[in-house]
């Protein structure tokens, strides 16, 4: 064999293993992927059951709910177009409030109910997942104001498009 022959062999063999190692790779993460749907993603595609998502939005207004053993709670994940009932078993974060920001991971059953097993709370009045900032300026119920940040209402939430800001941001 001629040294260039026997090159071009070693490069089509290190490629091979280098395309195997990558496959294998992926392969492995796949399983550890979780992948961030708004309420609206998944009125129009809802995962399979089992599959392991985040859910962000805000909490809606009035749907915080206690079970009678005090450990369960029901509440509603919303973009302000669409709303994602969510059943959480555990403590949740001192931060935890209706109508502001909230990402929740879990999956839904086979019964098609959305049970989370993490809950995360925003920490602080300005922060806002960036997923869940684009799905309200996509739905328009975003207005922007300095910075990119949303102007917000009295009560701490960002206000729906078209709403006036009454004068200057706070």
């Known amino acids: 064999m001629r040294r260039k022959t026997l090159r071009l062999y070693l490069l089509v063999a290190s490629l091979c293993l280098l395309g195997v190692a990558v496959g ?12 961030f749907f708004s309420p609206s993603d998944i009125a129009t595609d809802r995962p399979a059951a089992g599959r392991v998502v985040r859910l962000g939005g805000l909490v809606e207004a009035g749907s915080v709910e206690r079970s009678g053993d005090g450990s369960t709670i029901h509440f509603k994940v919303t ?30 059953g086979s019964d098609g109910n959305f049970t989370a097993t993490e809950v995360l709370a925003k920490h602080d009045e300005k922060y806002m997942p960036p997923e869940v900032a684009k799905a ?8 922007e104001g300095e910075n990119g940040q949303p102007i917000a209402d009295p009560s701490g939430g960002a206000k729906p498009a078209g709403a006036s800001s009454g004068g200057s941001n706070p």
């Open 79 to 108: 973009d302000l177009t669409n709303t994602v009932a969510v059943t959480f078993r555990g403590v949740l974060p001192d931060l935890f409030r209706e109508s502001q920001g909230v990402v929740v991971e879990g999956a839904y």
């Open 136 to 143: 309200l300026k996509e739905s328009g119920r975003w207005q």
């Open 24 to 35: 294998l790779a992926l392969f492995a993460f796949q399983s550890r992927i979780v992948y």
